[in-house]
């Protein structure tokens, strides 16, 4: 796939078109299993900025959203204990894809098929602008945290573990 400056519209944009949320699009060349190293690589960007939508859930098989920095994993234990779950596990790639609507490497918090709790990273909030999936391999866009996430009602834990 090569570059291109604007990207069809997804259920995502969408999303924030009629939200009226100002945003980028940042498009680079999906490799398979690169996750937000290689979109931060080609996009010349810091993979802390990057976040990643992971679909995930709890012991009653409930799903939720988690947003985490790029360059950080999600200490389970620590999201099911700031949730009141007794665990958190991540769901398998064709069940996130039943409730997001989304395929796994494209997953985006916004427009998603089926309405879940959204849960960030609290040091997400600091950063002035991230870049989050738009509803497709290859599709990031620019946000201000700080006005996309009451957008998705997301509430801030701290359960973030280094690289």
Known sequence: MS????????????????????????????VDRGGTAESARQLGVDEHHVVKTLVMQDDAARPLIVLMHGDRQVSLKALAREIGARKVEPCAPEVAQRHSGYRVGGTSPFGTKKAMPVYVEAGVLDLPLIYINGGRRGYLVGVDPRVAMPLLQARAVNCALAG
């Open 3 to 30: 570059r291109r400056e604007h990207a069809s519209e997804t259920p995502a944009t969408a999303f924030l078109k009629r939200a009226k949320l100002a945003y980028t699009e940042h498009l680079y060349d999906y």
